[in-house]
């Protein structure tokens, strides 16, 4: 069954360069009412890709940014004091099934584990969100969506999502652009002209090739994107590299050091 956009499309559509066919898998999904898990490194697009679909779609989108701290109850709400009486107030995830629309918990595996419990009943045919504190049983609407991420080349054996959990999402895989789309990317977003940030890609590239030797994480585009807004504010590229790409990736000076003389060989 096809399902009316009963929203207007939203008229700021956050920039955002497909990779592949994910644009048109993400509505196929949310026509389905089928939940999405999108899988990548860190800084790759994910979060600005649920932002450019959840406009072009004209739906609401609430996200969550998961951490080791957050628990079932901070996504479906709790009991609080208001002007002397205790009153229900919805989270985030129970707003979105109410409502409809997306809900977006990013790093979902950052969370504590009994949030996965909570996901569960929403992301098979049942569609519903159960709250045992107030009694009720929520059923999805339609236009509900509900999207998750992880990175999972990050993760280590005590945060991973489980087989059991996974293969309830319809899975994207995410990864940084092509070179010369990066390049093209990053000089829209910054303002930078292609010719100098092709550079600063290069490096990157080259930095992300160190993941898992020297560095947890590579650089993000993300990264990229503010080293490139430094330099057309102005910064001496070097200056730039060193505060938006080498020290946000490690706290050890030798490995700085590395990666600065890297970097020095690179950008001229």
């Known amino acids: ?21 994910e644009c048109a898998l993400f509505e196929t999904a949310w026509t389905r009412q089928l939940p999405l898990l999108l899988k990548g490194p860190t800084g790759c697009g994910k979060t600005r890709f649920v932002g450019h679909m959840a406009a072009k779609l004209g739906l609401p989108l609430s996200t969550v940014s998961c951490h080791d701290d957050l628990a079932a109850a901070d996504l479906t709400g709790r009991y609080l004091l208001k002007g002397g009486d205790t ?23 950052e969370a504590r584990k009994d949030v996965a419990v909570v996901l569960h009943p929403l992301t098979d045919d049942r569609r519903i969100l159960p709250l045992e504190r107030t009694g ?43 070179k010369d789309r990066e390049i093209a990317v990053v ?15 290069e490096l990157a590239r ?9 560095l947890e994480e590579g650089v993000s585009t993300r990264l990229l994107v503010y080293c490139a807004s430094l330099i ?32 020095g060989a690179v950008i001229r």
């Open 206 to 214: 080259r930095l992300r090739a160190l993941k898992g030797h020297d």
């Open 87 to 109: 009153v229900w107030v919805d989270g985030p995830l129970t707003r979105a099934v109410r409502e409809g629309g997306i809900c977006y918990l990013d790093e979902v595996v």
């Open 232 to 263: 057309d504010a102005g910064l001496a590229p070097s200056e730039a590299v060193r505060s938006a790409m080498i020290e946000p990736l490690t706290d050890e000076p030798d490995v700085r050091s590395a990666l600065l003389e890297l970097a």
């Open 1 to 21: 069954m096809n399902l009316m956009l009963t929203n207007p499309p939203m008229p700021d559509i956050p920039a955002y360069s497909p990779a592949g066919n």
């Open 187 to 201: 000089a829209a977003e910054s303002g930078l002209d292609e010719a100098r940030v092709a550079p600063l890609v």
């Open 136 to 178: 009720e049983v929520l059923n999805a609407p339609p236009g509900f969506m509900l999207v998750v991420s992880y990175n999972p080349g990050y993760q280590n054996l005590l945060k991973t999502l489980k087989p059991s959990t996974r293969q309830r999402f319809v899975a994207i895989e995410f990864d940084f652009l092509p």
